[in-house]
């Protein structure tokens, strides 16, 4: 039985195109996934899209003990660098709703993201010239395969502008850092039961946990499939 597996993609310390990886644990070395498999696809859309049995030639890769990286040498980037849609879910927390003084909604509130704000998940955020506020939400999103991380980065000063609407307050670059990894499903019990944390700086700006959405994942995925 496969196990829960963390795939990154990271560039060498020697530079060169984005790789395929798994890390070994949370925080630990990589396996570096494009020299152990040469015939995967360098994209992680791609590799996803092969479905079982790019998962099973991961997994070989990671007990083979070969084609170890040390974390500290390498640059972990985005996990998906090209997707074709970015769809998030606003006001999806009962604190983050206390928090803005809003009603909880009775219905998803969906945006989305330019693809050119993903970022790596310890790469800067690029303040833009022509805002003034910015503000930090973690979220967790699912994805078919499994679980990553992104921080829903917006400049408060223009969801006030321009309509009044989201877009373009959360969508400049570098406003959607991913990752470090993807989480395969086994590697998570339960989704509804995940502390989420956001610090800026050092200091703890947002702690909650996925038990306060609003709307759990099934819904979501529902939602956004019609």
């Known amino acids: 039985m496969r196990g829960a597996l963390r795939l990154v ?3 060498a310390a020697a530079g060169g195109g984005p790789r395929l990886g798994l890390e070994e644990a949370p925080g630990g070395d990589l396996v570096d996934l494009s020299m152990a498999e040469p015939e995967l696809p360098r994209s992680m859309r791609e590799f996803l899209e092969i479905g079982p049995r790019g998962l099973e030639l991961a997994q070989r890769a990671l007990e083979s003990g070969q ?9 972990l980037l985005a996990p998906v660098g090209d997707p074709e849609k970015v769809i998030c879910v606003g006001l999806n927390y009962h604190d983050h709703c206390q928090e803005q003084a809003v009603k909880v909604p ?7 993201k330019f693809p050119s704000a993903i970022t790596g998940p310890f790469d800067d955020i690029v303040h833009p010239q022509d805002t003034s506020v910015g503000s930090l939400e973690a979220a967790a999103l699912e994805h078919v395969l499994g679980f990553t991380v992104a921080n829903d980065v917006s400049a ?3 969801q006030k502008r321009n309509g009044r609407q989201w877009l373009l307050s959360k969508t400049f670059d570098t406003f959607c850092p991913l990752g470090p990894a993807i989480v395969t499903r086994e590697g998570v019990p339960d989704v509804h039961n995940l502390w989420i944390r956001c610090s800026v700086n050092g200091q703890r700006m947002q702690d909650s946990n996925t038990r306060h959405l609003i709307f759990g994942v099934p819904t979501l995925v529902s939602w956004v499939s019609r």
């Open 156 to 158: 408060r000063d223009w």
């Open 106 to 112: 009775k219905e998803p509130i969906i945006f989305s």
């Open 67 to 75: 084609h170890r990286v040390p974390r500290a040498t390498a640059q």
């Open 9 to 11: 993609r990271f560039r």
